[in-house]
């Protein structure tokens, strides 16, 4: 089993960016997932999660009307849209699926996730 994340770049502020994970070895359409990142000498953070049917979504509280979280269940895939990119989300981004099935809500803990993406780097610099 193996989450892919790619799309990790360099942009400026005010730039947008969008990122994909996608998933291989099992379907995760019955599992939850998010997007976490850690930026150097930082804890990792959840930044963005949908449930398994879409019915669900939540973010950090900086990123909320900048990043939209969205999933294509046919094609395994993880996607998170990111407008209006500041320095500050200068980080690692990490996707991970719910080690849970059909949770109604998107856990914001990282111990709740079973598998996670190698990460993909994301700068936001001048």
């Known amino acids: 089993v193996q989450l892919q994340a790619s799309g990790g770049g360099l942009v400026q502020p005010g730039d947008s960016l969008g990122l994909s994970c996608a998933a291989y070895?099992?379907?995760?359409?019955?599992?939850?997932m998010a997007w976490f990142r850690q930026a150097p000498g930082q804890e990792r953070q959840f930044v963005a999660g949908?449930?398994?049917?879409?019915?669900?979504?939540d973010y950090l509280d900086t990123v909320r009307g900048r990043f939209t979280v969205s999933r294509d269940n046919d094609k395994n895939t993880l996607y998170l849209q990111m407008n209006n990119l500041k320095p500050e989300d200068t980080a690692v981004y990490y996707c991970?699926?719910?080690?849970?099935?059909?949770?109604?809500?998107?856990?914001?803990?990282?111990?709740?996730?079973?598998?996670w993406g190698q990460g993909t780097l994301v700068t936001v610099s001048s």
């Open positions: 949908i449930t398994w049917n879409m019915r669900g979504v």
């Open positions: 070895g099992r379907s995760f359409r019955s599992n939850g």
């Open positions: 991970a699926a719910d080690m849970r099935s059909y949770r109604l809500a998107v856990p914001t803990i990282g111990f709740e996730y079973e598998y």
